[in-house]
């Protein structure tokens, strides 16, 4: 289940539009015979056969949705080229592109396309934008009122997007600049993680409802999900800053990370110019910050990644931290084995049950994590032990990470 997992993680994130099955096998460690066999009895369709639905669906969104020229859409929905685009779009819906296109109406013409990223209600918005906005990573991302925006960069170009709660549809959308469209199908992914968009709630709260104490707040917290991590290095690096200090020391210490390590962009919102074939849009540029991969700070010096105002210990958790995800150590991305890496996390000098089981509940979308260690809640609980608070949470599995976001908020904590 564990190999399945990561590989229906991986081809959702569109590994099988730039590489072969033979490729995405022998990077799991298995033969593609087994990881086509794995698939097929756990999902009863062949990964070649997943990963085209991925892309068709994504496909006809965009031509519904968007008024991207087709080379565009076939390039971001992951086709290798226009005519295998044109045979798999006739071959699924009986009709071509421009047919799919026509029947449903051209949309506006902008310097921008949506995208739909559909939910189960219900979906408390507001409760996730307070938990990112708190949380959010200086110059990267931001909330304001009720939309959330971020920072994405793709080779040389960088822009900003802008994700909205549609709750009449259950349904966020996401504005997307166009020079963005070859990563459509990776923001897709990306973001659902984030917003955790795949969750159950009317399976979860069911569960955790049985309680006696869980059971009147999660009836009173209807919709409460666990906020994921847009970019997994990122959410663990603002984790170990979270250690043992409030959420806006955390939040004051990760500015200073971004300024001392990120890069600096420009960006333009609503990019395109007169005689473009997207039409045109009104211009305005501002400076964005992206956050760097694990290399830049895994080479830094101990007295730089001092300078932004850490102990000597905690500048030393953070560059082994990004030294063991650098190395691939510490595998963070959603499929991974959580296990496995939480114990790697913990091996590292400084972090503990508290940061690993954080990072693998929002990184790695382990739904059972569980910092049991983590004083918010204990108290929430009444429990003097993380022994004990491990014991009590035993009935909640395997929703206890649901269960933590749900004391947490109960309790007004800090939480990760």
């Known amino acids: 289940p564990r190999l399945v997992a990561t590989a229906l993680s991986k081809i959702e994130q569109g590994c099988l539009n730039e590489q072969s099955l033979e490729e995405l096998a022998a990077s799991l460690g298995v033969s593609s015979r087994h990881l086509r066999r794995s698939i097929e009895a756990q999902v009863g369709v062949s990964p070649v056969m997943l990963a085209q639905t991925r892309q068709l669906a994504l496909a006809k969104q965009l031509l519904h949705d968007t008024n991207l020229p087709m080379a565009e859409i076939a390039h971001a929905s992951g086709f290798a080229s226009i005519r295998r685009f044109n045979s798999l779009v006739q071959a699924r819906f009986g009709r071509s592109p421009t047919s799919l296109r026509k029947a449903h109406g051209e949309s506006e013409k902008r310097g921008t396309f949506t995208l739909r990223l559909d939910y189960r209600p219900p979906f408390d918005w507001q409760h996730m934008l307070q938990f990112l906005g708190d949380r959010a990573m200086f110059g990267v991302e931001r909330v304001e009122g009720d939309t959330y925006y971020r920072t994405v960069a793709f080779g040389k170009i960088a822009a900003e997007i802008r994700v909205t709660n549609d709750a009449a549809r259950s349904r966020l959308v996401t504005e997307v600049p166009v020079e963005l469209a070859p990563l459509a199908m990776q923001l897709s992914t990306k973001l659902r993680q984030l917003f955790d968009l795949d969750a159950r709630p009317d399976v979860i709260e069911k569960h955790l409802a049985k309680d006696p104490f869980l059971g009147p707040i999660v009836k009173r917290q209807h919709g409460t999900r666990v906020p994921g991590a847009f970019d997994p290095f990122e959410n663990a690096i603002r984790t170990v800053l979270g250690q043992q200090v409030t959420v806006a020391g955390a939040t004051t210490l990760a500015k200073r990370v971004v300024e001392k ?79 496995v890496a939480i114990a790697a996390m913990n091996a590292v000098t400084g ?55 749900h004391l947490w908020r109960n309790s007004h904590g800090n939480g990760g």
Not at 279 to 290: H, K, M, V, Y
């Open 351 to 405: 972090i503990g049950n508290f940061t690993s089981h954080v990072v693998a509940m929002r990184a790695l979308r382990f739904a059972d994590a569980f910092p049991s260690s983590d004083l918010g809640v204990r108290k929430s609980l009444g429990s003097k032990s993380a022994r004990a608070l491990e014991e009590k949470s035993e009935a909640w599995r395997p929703w206890r990470a649901y269960a933590v976001i």
């Open 261 to 339: 390590f990120g890069r600096q962009v420009a960006l333009t919102t609503q990019t395109a110019k007169e005689g473009s074939p997207y039409g045109a849009g009104s211009l305005r540029s501002r400076i964005g910050w992206i956050f760097q991969p694990p290399d830049v700070i895994a080479a830094a010096s101990l007295a730089d990644v001092r300078a932004i105002g850490m102990p000597e210990a905690r500048a030393k958790t953070l560059i082994a931290l990004a030294t063991g995800i650098r190395d691939g150590k510490i595998i963070l991305e959603p499929g991974a084995d959580a296990e």
